[in-house]
């Protein structure tokens, strides 16, 4: 039973959930979503890059003991990588408020020498800082959240089931979507459909291949609300869930430490405002 | 008392506009625990039936009804769906559409009319692994219902409906789009139900498979029931001229009866087994098995030659890095008709979008009338191969079905002369005269298939390349198919028809083409192919009946139809 309650969901992308039992796991989803967004409030509140760098260190740390630091560091490796070194290269370069050397590289072929200043690195990474705080606070709860348990918690905090219903199978959605847009695609130019003609054409075979999609949903939207009702989702009758997600007082008492760390930086900020 | 009680019943979609009767003057009764099948042509009403014992009509599907319904103690008028799922649960043909589309696992989707019941955390746990283990699924719990075969999700979407722990089961064509592996899981699960002291009542054409489970066969034509009764006294008394197709045992046991060999008042046989009884007596030469005896090596078919319509050469195809769907295929396809046979995942469908250049081998050659696929854009293949795909929903979108015809034409740059001439011959050869006004959308699955087909002759290419065409047809719509098959080979053309109804093949094929994993398995004319029992088997493919019949009773040689077969009978 045990396995089956941790069992991985999704389609085994990268960044579907990743079964495990840290204290990550095992945090109430809801918990987990306020302090996400405390995280990353806070860190684009901040003035500096120093809050965000140890809101930064906090979640790298997080998603080291919660096993899923390979997986972050790959995804982050293709996302965060690029506008990291652009953001570094040219305002390290090239910003117009640089005065203050922070160091200089010599003997390099072509240029002779570069000079590395640091307002230019400031400011990146007063930049950069936040979003890396956002990404990786996002990609750890997504990863250690079973989709399921998160609207399970979020029924019990008063959502209503319909929109937790929607919620779960947005995420399917997609991948359905583009399965079937696949077999539409095909079918059309099996039928001499040209997609590489000129623009007016082009413009056309969207048209017809829209239509097709936008029927096709119609008719799974049928035939699924059926299946619905008539599995009792439109009962009025107290539901029971197969996942059990505890409420602990540390679940809590995170939600309390979210909302007052955002409170704080706010009073923080405006106090320096004045 | 019954337990389902239909009296007297006229029903009219409101949405159809011509205000045809869907149901006129229906009265049925079934008793608790009895195992009903119900079948007829396509549009006869059974779907419609089936949809008012789970009250779907009138709540969901609205229109004017006449007459009373009850099921157990509920009357379908004042009885919600989300209520009658405690007394009667429905499945339809497609096994996808009838998930939540919100559950990451098997267990999950099954546990989900437990949650929204308020059931119990123990119990839920408990009832949802006993509906697995009915339904044989068990071991999937803790896959993704999204990546399933379709007889596995039929069989998840069944154990999800035996979850509300309803009394009676209602199965509208619940194998019709499942290959024949999946139909055997589903067909088998169906038939353990009614053991199980369930109500089953099931819509189907696939008397050959259910005939032996029924107690009752009731039979619709054009919204009313004109036939009820024991199966075997229905086929007994069936005259050729019936509604349905008989199942091919009993067609072997009628001939039997007639030529005296059986007494006429023996009932009659439904399975293999029973029919083999039945001959045996009576064949002269039965002997020892022998499956694949004398067949002679590879006919000439082969030799096709450089000015084949379809040459694969060496080819092979990779879907990302790991599936390896093709398998160095080489194959010259001239003119005929082909039917490429084999079990999922054989590579037909890969084989198929390989004949107009939706996919290029990632490895070897591929040439439609001497064009390189890999040189030649997918717009310019489509005029030398047009390919029909299974599902009619993903190509039709046109608001009658003339347009629908006249768009691939339209496409392929043709004059306005010879698009109206071929709109009007497709729609002639597929029986769409009556309906060329009507939204594709506004006729049924079988009909909107026709369509697809039509809108793909009108094309008039060399080739021409079916996937699945039988599917979801009653015996008239094969027909047709069949019909419009044969006209085209006259024609010159190569046809290429990728399917899993063998008897389609033996009646059609000039050659048959089986798959396995990728590779060429066998190749040659149908008597030859499905002479080759055994290799076949390494497929998953079932020679037709009537074969493995002659095979059973060991005559000599590859026997394919019923008339082949009496030639024995001594």
Redo the contacts between chains.
Sequence with gaps: ?D??LN?????GGLFD?QPGESFLHHMNPVSKLALTGSFVTVALLSPSYRVPSVLFALVIASCLLAGILGRVARLLGGLALPIAASLLFFHGLFNPRNETRLFVVDGLPVVGRIVVWEEGIRFALTILTPLLVLMVAILATVMTT???KLAVAMVEKGLSPRLA?VF??A???I??MRD?AE??L????????????NIRRRFRAFV?LL??LL??ML??TE??S??????????R??????F?VPDRPVDRALRWFAGLFVVAAVAWRVVAWL | MALIDVSDVTFTYRVQPDEETALDGVSLEVTEGSFVGVTGPSDAGKSTLGRLLASYVPNYFEGALEGSVTVGDHDVTETSIAEMSDTVGLLFENPFDQLTGASSTVFEEVAFGLENKGVGREELIETTAEKLRLTGIEHLYDRNPQQLSGGQSQRVALASMLAMEPEVLVFDEPTSQLDPHGTEEVMRVVASLADEGYTVVVVSHDLDRLGHHLDRLVVMNEGSIVADGRPQELFRDADGDDPYELPDAATVGKRLRALGKVPGDEPLPLTLEDVVGEVAPHVADAGDESPGASIESDGGLQAAGDDAAVQFDETHFRYEEDVHALRGLTLDLASGCVCVIGQNGAGKSTFMKHLNGLLTPSDGDVAINGKDTDVHRIAELAGEAALSFQNPNNQLFHSTIEAEVRYGPTNLGYSEERVDELTEAAIDRMNLEEIREKNPYDVGLARRKHVAVASVLAMDTPVVALDEPTGSQDAVGIRVLGDVVERLVEEGKLVVVITHDVAFARDHADRVVALRQGELLLDGPPREVFGRRDALAETDVDPPFVTRLAARLGLPGTVLTVDELFEHVS
């Design positions: 039973m396995a089956l069992a991985p969901a999704g389609r959930y079973h989709p399921k219903y779960m199978a995420l399917q959605f991948p359905e079937q077999a539409i095909d079918a059309q130019q099996a039928r001499g459909l040209d997609v590489r003609a017809d239509t097709p029927i096709g008719i799974t035939t699924r059926l299946a619905l009702e008539s599995r009792g989702f439109t009962r009758n107290p539901r029971t869930f197969l059990e």
